[in-house]
């Protein structure tokens, strides 16, 4: 059965960045498409970005510009480089494979920025 670990979360101050990690297991990593939700407080998970299998990219308006997916299938890992953070990206952030069956999610990790 597949599982995705992120990790790589904290507390940044605004300006700041982090880089997030997900760890696969269990699934065929270099077939499938990959992608970052993140959820704030109160408010519904949104999409982040998105890196197909074969490293087409695309990113929210949110975060074009300042976040940066990417991939390395002999690792089975994940990336979101995050730069130029802001309060509002506060959020726990979660990697999906959204192609799997059933889908597989991540338990999220928290990321808060804050001065």
């Known amino acids: 059965q597949g599982q995705l670990v992120e990790s790589g979360g904290g507390l940044v101050q605004p300006g700041g960045s982090l880089r997030l990690s997900c760890v696969a297991s269990?699934?065929?990593?270099?077939?499938?498409?990959l992608k970052w939700y993140r959820q704030a407080p109160g408010k519904q998970r949104e999409w982040v970005a998105t890196?197909?299998?074969?490293?087409?990219?695309t990113y929210a308006d949110s975060v074009k510009g300042r976040f940066a997916i990417s991939r390395v299938n002999a690792a089975n890992t994940l990336y979101l480089q995050m730069n130029s953070l802001q309060p509002e990206d506060t959020a726990v952030y979660f990697c999906?494979?959204?192609?799997?069956?059933?889908?597989?999610w991540g338990q999220g990790t928290q990321v808060t920025v804050s001065s």
């Open positions: 890196i197909t299998s074969s490293n087409v990219i």
């Open positions: 269990g699934i065929f990593f270099g077939a499938v498409t």
């Open positions: 999906n494979a959204p192609t799997i069956s059933p889908p597989l």
